[in-house]
Structures are given as structure tokens and as C-alpha cells.
């Protein structure tokens, strides 16, 4: 339950201009392989190596890799939580 929640609040968007890319979006390594680099933290399958920068394929700008995952933490996420938890013990 808690991983999917997780995956809700992690958004993937370039800083630059916001594009979100999906599952169909494909980046080419120097080696000619294209691949999601999303789906493997920047590093190319093929060849192995590391991409610490993305390019956007939309405004084109190179950002590091770490900037395109956003987490969308509501701030008082944890206190209503435990509120939850409060009232479920008296009742
Ligand atoms: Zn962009
Ligand atoms: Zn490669």
C-alpha cells in the first residue's frame, strides 16, 4: 500500500520547462542504443554508461538526472496520519 502511494508522489518532469515524459520517450546513448533512461536512473543498458545529465526533448536543455524526479510530499501529511490513528484507538 505505502509503495503505491510512494509512486503517486514521485513525478517525473524536466526542470526546465515541465515536459513530462512517459514510457514511450526514448533517449539515445552515444553507442546508438535508445532506451527510457528514466527506467534505469540514466545509465544505458547497453553499454553501461552513466548519464548524469538528461536532455529534454522538448526545450533541449541538459539537466542532472537527480532534478527530473520531483516528490510531491504534502507537508502535513504525517500529523493527520496520527490524528487518524487517535480517534481509531478511542473508538
Ligand atoms: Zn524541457
Ligand atoms: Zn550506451
Redesign the pocket.
Known amino acids: 500500500m505505502r509503495d503505491n502511494r510512494k509512486k503517486d508522489e514521485l513525478e517525473i518532469c524536466c526542470p526546465t520547462c515541465g515536459f513530462k515524459p512517459d514510457s514511450h520517450d526514448r533517449w539515445m ?3 546508438m ?1 535508445a532506451w527510457n533512461t528514466f527506467e534505469t536512473m540514466g545509465r ?1 543498458p ?2 553501461r ?1 552513466l548519464w548524469k545529465e538528461t536532455q529534454c526533448p522538448v526545450c533541449h536543455k541538459w539537466s542532472p538526472h537527480h532534478k527530473w524526479y520531483r516528490y510531491n510530499l504534502p507537508e502535513s501529511d504525517e500529523e493527520e496520519e496520527k490524528e487518524d490513528l487517535y480517534e481509531y484507538e478511542i473508538a
Open positions: 546513448c552515444v553507442c542504443h544505458c547497453n553499454c554508461r
